[in-house]
């Protein structure tokens, strides 16, 4: 991975490959100063985390940066409800799945939240996305409402109903792919009266 190669670099990329790259973020040996390639080509936009100039911006820009911070993360609930489309709120952390077993991440930019998942609620409902570049993990629709409505006391039941309504509206999830993660997420009885008030 080059950042110097326009048509193959990301669009942002943490210090790590930066240093397999050799255009290392801290001063030169002896010098105080950050060699010329890097500080025309990047910009830091958080610790450790660095961007290229002149890189397409898409409105996902913040979820990118996240999948970089958490690379095993899973974006979940309100964030993966905005990027499908399927409410008018606007989150302004980017909530991130994480293994139960797995310690949050603390970083300054962006602003996460972390909620910890297990077993098939983990594992279940992943689409990978290709945005700036960069691979991003985010649950499919019919997985992200039936994480809403077992979160429902975090997220609130009205986002979660909303949530419900456009996703079978929209026709982004069909009422088999809605049973089918309720059941994997433990809310199929809850889910239940919603959906058939729906079909």
Known sequence: MTLLLVDSRPEVARSCPLIL???????APGTGEIDGSLASSTAEIGR????????????????????????????CLLSALRFHGLTTQAPHEVWMAIAHTARRTRADYPP??????????????????KLE??????????KTVADCFKYRNKIGLEV????????????????????MAAKVCRVARV????????A
């Open 21 to 27: 790259t050799n255009l290392h973020p801290d001063p």
């Open 48 to 75: 450790g985390l660095y961007v290229a100039e002149g890189s397409r911006v898409t409105e996902h820009h913040t979820l990118v940066q996240a999948a970089k911070r958490v690379p095993h993360g899973i974006i």
């Open 112 to 129: 996460m939240r972390s909620v910890h998942f297990s077993g098939g609620a983990l594992s279940y409902g992943i689409a990978e996305k």
């Open 133 to 142: 570049g960069i691979t991003v993990r985010v649950f499919d629709p019919a």
């Open 160 to 179: 979660a109903l909303e949530a419900l309504r456009d996703c079978y509206r929209e026709r982004k999830a069909t009422m088999d792919e809605l049973f």
């Open 191 to 198: 889910m239940q009266p919603y959906m058939e008030s729906l």
